[in-house]
């Protein structure tokens, strides 16, 4: 994997002319991974730069976050952007209002399975749910070892009957449990179908996209433009297969001021 900016040259040479769309995700790539998620915001830098690249019109900006729609949405704060939330799962932006569709009764069952959570996780202390609309998370980061099987087979027993009739999917993550709609639909998916939409409009067949991502979730979107635009981990982590990669977050701001400098 090649470090972007050693490579500037052969990078500038491929989207010069063309219209830019820059996909982002946000936790640990324009913004660094926080200790407390609720606290993070956009710096009013990064901020200002991603106003002036979404206003240009030579530039398309969109998050693909796996935060809920209203959590990206609020953190970010920028008008004129797409915004994708619980990785893929919806989309918003101008005449954009997409959702995936969802299987039959995925609502009650989430509903369900949220109060036997709540329950369970007001009982040990550090566990908690978080609902994030289209999919559900037992976090249990906090929480003390020994109360960590007995909050996994609390999850298991609660989601049991729905994944046997797929409507539902478990993600394991990092000391959490997440629980997702059963629809084969991801950041890559979600990606494809954003570029598809805007390939359609006037213009639309000059458009060269960009991805950067950070996590492994990322990962379904650099494949899906793999041969079509150019993708860029955040960390040099091989595993994702992005064609680039850049150091950390504030090579991300350094990034887009290049682009910015480009398309004047
Ligand atoms: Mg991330």
């Given at each position: 994997m090649k470090y972007l900016f050693k490579e500037w040259e052969t990078v500038r040479k491929k989207f010069k002319g063309r219209r830019l769309l820059l996909f982002l995700d946000f936790d640990g790539t324009v913004v660094p991974i926080a200790r407390t998620p609720d606290k993070v915001v956009?710096?009013?830098?990064?901020?200002?730069?991603?106003?002036?690249?979404?206003?240009?019109?030579?530039?398309?900006?969109?998050?693909?976050?796996?935060?809920?729609?209203?959590?990206?949405?609020?953190?970010?704060?920028?008008?004129?952007?797409?915004?994708?939330g619980n990785h893929g799962l919806e989309i918003r932006g101008k005449r954009i209002n997409f959702t995936v569709s969802l299987p039959l009764g995925y609502h009650e069952a989430v509903k369900k399975i949220s109060n036997i959570l709540k329950r369970k996780a007001s009982s040990v202390p550090g566990a908690f749910v978080e609902d994030k609309g289209l999919s559900l998370s037992l976090h249990y980061r906090l929480a003390d070892k020994k109360s960590v099987p007995g909050l996994r087979s609390a999850f298991y027993a609660a989601v049991a009957s729905f994944l046997s009739c797929r409507k539902?999917?478990?993600?394991?993550?990092?000391?959490?449990?997440?629980?997702?709609p059963a629809v084969d639909w991801d950041k890559g998916s979600a990606v494809s179908w954003i570029l598809r939409r805007q390939t359609r409009l006037p213009g639309g067949r000059n458009i060269f996209p960009f991805y950067?991502?950070?996590?492994?979730?990322?990962?379904?979107?650099?494949?899906?433009?793999?041969?079509?635009?150019?993708?860029?981990?955040?960390?040099?982590?091989?595993?994702?297969?992005?064609?680039?990669?850049?150091?950390?977050?504030?090579?991300?701001?350094?990034?887009?001021?290049?682009?910015?400098?480009?398309?004047?």
């Open positions: 956009l710096p009013d830098e990064s901020a200002a730069l991603l106003s002036k690249l979404a206003r240009s019109p030579q530039a398309d900006v969109a998050f693909i976050s796996g935060r809920s729609l209203k959590d990206v949405r609020r953190r970010v704060g920028l008008r004129g952007v797409v915004y994708s539902v999917r478990v993600r394991p993550g990092k000391m959490v449990l997440e629980l997702r950067l991502g950070d996590d492994v979730t990322d990962r379904d979107a650099f494949r899906a433009l793999k041969g079509k635009g150019i993708t860029v981990s955040v960390g040099r982590n091989k595993r994702l297969c992005a064609d680039y990669y850049l150091k950390n977050q504030s090579e991300v701001v350094e990034f887009l001021r290049r682009i910015y400098g480009e398309l004047r």
